[in-house]
């Protein structure tokens, strides 16, 4: 529970620093490296929520009884946020390489402004 909160609340203060670009105005916050920190930070958290989650599961109870449903459930979305905060940190160290800048963003303007 702690990771799910303590992520989410985390993941919105980034959402909101990026959509109202308030990140622009700490310009020496190397944004690129801080966002891939945390994504991987997230994603072996969440690797550890899984893994404890899917070991809650007791095999020997019914399946479609109430706890059973619910730690699958929790299991199979802990799965998927995994996933998705694992796909964010690859991107996120794409960005921090700067692996992906097209050749707008990579040549200068070369007077012709």
Known sequence: MFTAVFLWLVTIVFFILYLFQLHMKFYMVPWPLVLMVF????????ITA???CSAAVELTSLKGTRPYNQRAAA????????????????FSFQAWRGVGSNAATSQMAGGYA
């Open 39 to 46: 994504n991987v930070g997230a994603t072996v958290l969440y």
């Open 50 to 52: 899984f893994i404890s």
């Open 75 to 90: 299991s199979f979305f802990a799965c998927l946020v995994m996933i998705a905060y694992g796909v964010s940190a690859f």
